[in-house]
Each structure stands twice: as C-alpha cells, then as structure tokens.
C-alpha cells in the first residue's frame, strides 16, 4: 500500500520535482557497524529543489520506546528523484543520491522528541534501481551506516 501526497507549490504544468513520495517498505534494514541495527516500516522522500533531496526511514512502535527516524540529506543528478505533478509524485526510475548529512529523532509514546535531533556530517551514497534501494554512509566520526529497502 502506497500513499502519495504533495507538499509545497501545485504543480499546474507537467512535471515538478519539488514534493513528498511516502510509501510501506519491505526488508528495510538500517545497520551501523557499531553493531547497533533496526528494522523501518515507512520510507518517506522530500525533494525540496531540483537537486536536494532527504530520505527519512521511520521505525514504528507501540511500546515506550516510540517511533526512531534516521534522515539523510544529500544532493542528486538532474533529473532523477520525484517526478510530481497535481495528482501527486512518483520516484524517478534511478536515482544516485550523494549523501551530505544525516540525522536521527527518537519520539516517544506521546509524539514529542526524546532530544534535540542531532545533525552530522556524512558522505556516502544511495541507490535506487528496481524497486531497491542501497545506502553506504560514514557519518563523521561516527559509526558507518548500511541501509537496504525494498518497496
């Protein structure tokens, strides 16, 4: 089950590639090699320019814990990314996402944030080809990131 929305201006002519693609996931792993990894449900992608994109991959939960949100933020070639129009936005067919920042959010059981998200600087790459996505991300001085979906 796929849903799609638009956010920011309608489009009144053909294509636009500013707006919001949010789907269900299959086997999305998120790993980290500090051996820390989580299973996502939801994948939402917000292209905000032509060539800024972030691809936000949430982990829901019922229990205390909330939901867990891990964001990457990077730039792409033209033309790839979402082609969105007034009935709504659809992903591009390839996309090569260069991978400049990531963040995380923890919200709790009520919907407020456990912190302050923390932005860093990271460098990687993301792949889309498929139906299947691929991310490899060093993230600072932090740990590398590993993240396949498939939708």
């Given amino acids: 089950m796929l849903t799609l929305a638009l956010s920011g201006i309608p489009a009144a002519h053909g294509r636009d590639d500013f707006g919001r693609w949010q789907g269900l996931?299959?086997?999305?792993?998120?790993?980290?090699?500090?051996h820390q990894g989580w299973s996502c449900q939801r994948l939402e992608i917000v292209q905000t320019?032509?060539?800024?994109?972030?691809?936000?991959?949430?982990?829901?939960?019922?229990d205390r814990e909330g939901q867990r949100r891990l964001q990457l933020i990077g730039v792409m070639?033209?033309?790839?990314?979402?082609d969105c129009?007034?009935?709504?936005?659809?992903?591009?067919?390839?996309l090569n996402l260069q991978v400049t920042g990531l963040t995380q959010l923890q919200?709790?059981?009520?919907?407020?944030?456990?912190?302050?998200?923390?932005?860093l600087e990271a460098s990687g790459r993301c792949?889309?080809?498929?139906?299947q996505l691929r991310c490899?991300?060093?993230?600072?001085?932090?740990?590398?990131w590993s993240i396949t979906a498939r939708l």
């Fill in 49 to 62: 320019s032509d060539a800024v994109l972030s691809l936000r991959f949430w982990r829901h939960r019922q």
């Fill in 107 to 119: 919200v709790n059981g009520r919907g407020l944030a456990a912190a302050a998200p923390a932005g």
């Fill in 77 to 82: 070639p033209a033309g790839e990314g979402l």
């Fill in 136 to 144: 490899r991300i060093q993230s600072g001085k932090g740990p590398a």
């Fill in 85 to 94: 129009n007034e009935h709504g936005c659809a992903l591009t067919p390839r």
């Fill in 127 to 131: 792949q889309w080809l498929h139906r």
């Fill in 25 to 34: 996931v299959q086997d999305c792993r998120i790993e980290n090699d500090s």
